[in-house]
């Protein structure tokens, strides 16, 4: 997965990077990749575009598309202590507007996805504030519903929920790096690094229908 990232390094990706750009989803147990030998080589892509703005520069076309979210050590901390499995998917437009999509599978919990719908803010060169105004959960779905209030379970609940938790520390995000197929950035809580891949347009075809009501939702603001 995540072919389309150009610009890696100003050579080749490394193994590690091109091994982590290999993941569909979040690893629940480890998958051979050392944390800190990962962490290492980002920071290295990190020091070589100091200067790069890279909140800024995602506004509009960088930012558009479907991004798969490869690393995330809080999440996978949890997928390991739970025995779930997630997959995190991110939609954007060149509008600045937004969609994210969880999907869990468990042998406990089941499968199914929990989503959200809004926008996203630049705050200065390197940080941005996701504003999430629709939450909703799809459980025992194979793929995330459109419509919120239509098709979801217990819409009035996870929407009083899901908005209640959206406050300052758990939405703002310091943007370490950004290119045409990867982006880094950081969690504030647990000072912990993200990283996710721009897919190609036949990487992820059960979000297909998703996207385009996504870009049709935007047309109509």
Same mark, same amino acid.
């Given at each position: ?81 739970? @025995? %779930? ?5 991110? $939609?954007? #437009?060149?509008?600045?507007? &937004? ?5 869990? /599978? ?74 045409? @197929? %990867? ?5 504030? $809580?647990? #000072?912990?690094?993200?990283? &996710? ?5 036949? /990487? ?18």
């Amino acid at each position: 997965l995540c072919t389309t990232a150009s610009s890696l390094s100003a050579g080749q990706p490394s193994h590690v990077l091109r091994k982590l750009r290999g993941r569909s989803s979040l690893p629940a147990v480890r998958d051979g990749l050392a944390a800190a030998k990962l962490d290492a080589e980002i920071n290295a892509l990190v020091r070589a575009h100091p200067d790069s703005s890279p909140a800024r520069r995602g506004r509009g076309p960088l930012a558009s598309g479907i991004w798969r979210v490869v690393h995330a050590p809080h999440i996978e901390a949890i997928a390991a202590a739970l @025995g %779930v499995r997630f997959t995190i998917s991110y $939609v954007f #437009d060149e509008e600045d507007l &937004a969609a994210a999509h969880v999907r869990y /599978e468990s042998r406990w919990f089941g499968t199914g996805f929990l989503s959200t719908r809004g926008s996203w803010v630049t705050l200065d060169d390197d940080c941005v504030r996701v504003l999430w105004d629709e939450v909703w959960w799809d459980p025992g779905a194979s793929a995330p519903s459109s419509d919120r209030l239509a098709e979801s379970a217990a819409p009035g609940f996870v929407q009083a929920v899901g908005t209640a938790a959206m406050i300052a520390p758990l939405s703002t995000f310091p943007v370490e790096y950004l290119d045409d @197929g %990867v982006c880094c950035f950081r969690f504030r $809580v647990t #000072d912990s690094r993200v990283v &996710a891949c721009k897919l190609a347009s036949d /990487e992820a075809p059960e979000l297909d229908r998703l996207y385009s009501h996504h870009d049709h939702q935007s047309s109509r603001q």
